[in-house]
């Protein structure tokens, strides 16, 4: 059982995986799960969309897909995070990447966690739940 991070075509984010480890591990026990496997690709806008059109047959751009592969109580999954559009995201919302990419980083656990976000009252509480994540990071 392993959290993973890996670079598909981009450069690994600048990231201190430890405590992103213990902050995931931290979050997933909040929801009452554990962490399985869960593997964190960094790609590019590129690489993406080529897994949004192969896969989920979706033609645009994303920040993340995650994949669940959880079991019971286990959360496990693979989360595509394309850095351009995190980087993007952070100077239309006005904040720093670092906090982008780490609210990103948390949306696809909370994913793993059976938070949803198709419905617009499902998208205000995942954002509530990455807030509330973010702020653990913090402490």
Known sequence: MAILYQAEDVKLPSMKRRKITNWIKAVADSYRKKTGDIAFIFCSDEKILEVNNQYLQHDYYTDIITFDYSEGDVISGDIFI????????????????????????????LHLCGINDKAPCEREHMTE???????????
């Not at 351009?84 to 980083?105: C, H, M, P, W």
């Not at 739940?129 to 402490?139: D, G, I, Q, R, V």
């Open 82 to 109: 394309s850095t351009d559009t995190v980087k993007s995201n952070a100077g239309q919302f006005g904040t720093d990447y670092d906090t982008e990419l780490n609210r990103i980083i948390i949306h696809g656990i």
């Open 129 to 139: 739940c990455e807030n509330k994540a973010l702020s653990l990071l913090e402490e």
